[in-house]
């Protein structure tokens, strides 16, 4: 009968005695503290890692943000600017350059976080254009309401490359397929 309080009291001395985890090297580095007008992605999954692609095929400078220190560790061994951080945080916000940016993309799968920082950033910033990834058309228009420029649902997102695919598919030249 004693037996599982022993394990769980075992469990609680070694959880004391063990040396806390020494910080991921992604998270010690910082955010660029320059006045460079950047675009700042906040999120590096699938989709921050799209637009920042498109942003370099562009030569458009940004820095993106990320709460994963894995994510941000394999961004940066491929040389991408990924700084691991807490968008929800003003200060955090400030040193990203959001005073100074062209943009915030939002591409978070979380959607009160992704209005929390719509919310944050326009405090800091009223005239900021922000670009938000939402879950659904519900989503898309609180963050309109909250002020964000353009919102783009997950829904839409993949319903139109889907449509894009089939046009392509059936013969329609790429160009006039993307434009539509």
Same mark, same amino acid.
């Given at each position: 009968?004693? &037996?599982?309080?022993?394990?769980?009291?075992?469990?609680?001395? $070694?959880?004391?005695?063990?040396?806390?985890?020494?910080?991921?090297?992604?998270?010690?580095? +910082?955010?660029?503290? @320059?006045?460079?007008? /950047?675009?700042?992605?906040?999120?590096?999954? /699938?989709?921050?890692?799209?637009?920042?692609?498109?942003? @370099?095929?562009?030569?458009? +400078?940004?820095?993106?943000?990320?709460?994963? !220190? @894995?994510?941000? !560790?394999?961004?940066?061994?491929?040389?991408? +600017?990924?700084?691991?951080?807490?968008?929800?945080?003003? #200060?955090?916000?400030? /040193?990203?350059?959001?005073?100074n940016a062209r943009?915030?993309?939002?591409?978070?799968? !979380?959607? $009160?976080?992704?209005?929390? &920082?719509?919310?944050?950033?326009?405090?800091?910033?009223?005239?900021?254009?922000?670009?938000?990834?939402? /879950?659904?058309?519900?989503?898309?228009? #609180?963050?309109?309401?909250?002020?964000?420029? @353009?919102?783009? +649902?997950?829904?839409? #997102?993949?319903?139109?490359?889907? !449509?894009?695919?089939?046009?392509?598919?059936?013969?329609?030249?790429?160009?006039?397929?993307?434009?539509?």
């Open positions: 009968a004693g &037996i599982p309080l022993l394990h769980m009291l075992g469990g609680q001395i $070694k959880s004391r005695l063990a040396k806390p985890a020494e910080p991921h090297a992604a998270t010690l580095i +910082p955010v660029p503290a @320059d006045e460079v007008p /950047r675009v700042v992605i906040a999120g590096f999954g /699938r989709v921050g890692r799209v637009v920042a692609s498109l942003l @370099d095929a562009h030569a458009l +400078p940004y820095i993106a943000v990320d709460a994963s !220190a @894995d994510a941000v !560790a394999r961004a940066r061994d491929e040389g991408m +600017p990924v700084y691991f951080g807490n968008m929800k945080h003003p #200060e955090f916000l400030r /040193r990203c350059g959001i005073a943009a915030l993309v939002i591409t978070l799968d !979380a959607p $009160k976080a992704a209005s929390e &920082i719509v919310r944050l950033a326009l405090a800091e910033r009223q005239d900021l254009k922000i670009i938000v990834r939402a /879950r659904d058309a519900g989503h898309a228009s #609180e963050l309109y309401r909250l002020g964000a420029t @353009d919102v783009v +649902p997950e829904t839409v #997102e993949a319903s139109l490359q889907l !449509a894009e695919a089939v046009l392509v598919d059936v013969g329609v030249p790429m160009g006039p397929a993307i434009a539509t």
